[in-house]
Nanobody, 123 residues
Framework: VQLQASGGGLVQTGGSLRLSCAAS????????MGWFRQAPGKEREIVAA????????YYVDSVKGRFTISRDNAKNTMYLQMNSLKPEETAVYYC?????????????????WGQGTLVTVSS
């Protein structure tokens, strides 16, 4: 599975961005998927995850109510709608896929990673 993240860019505080993660190589309809981010000088952290069916989701507390994760299995694509962005959310955002949804919650080894897309939130 190859994952291609896109949609990052420069946005002002309070603005919105929509990230996309396009999968290729095989269908990801049986994979859980998620978004991580890594800010400069900080460890990578999970932002959100979604089950293979899309019925189950997880959000880190800091983004609840502002970010929405979704997927379109027919298009082999996952999305992250980010609203009310804050400067401290400036980071490289990575998409990932795993056969096990629980790995996104437990910090286990995720099988597939995209290359990352930079989100910069100006104050």
């Amino acid at each position: 599975v190859q994952l291609q993240a896109s949609g990052g860019g420069l946005v002002q505080t309070g603005g919105s961005l929509r990230l996309s993660c396009a999968a290729s190589g095989r269908t990801v309809s049986s994979y859980a998927m998620g978004w991580f981010r890594q800010a400069p000088g900080k460890e990578r952290e999970i932002v959100a995850a979604i089950s293979s069916s899309g019925l189950g989701t997880y959000y880190v507390d800091s983004v609840k109510g502002r970010f929405t994760i979704s997927r379109d299995n027919a298009k082999n694509t996952m999305y992250l709608q980010m609203n009310s962005l804050k400067p401290e959310e400036t980071a490289v955002y990575y998409c990932a896929a795993s056969r096990k949804f629980d790995l996104f919650l437990s910090g286990g080894s995720i099988e597939y990673w995209g290359q990352g897309t930079l989100v910069t939130v100006s104050s």
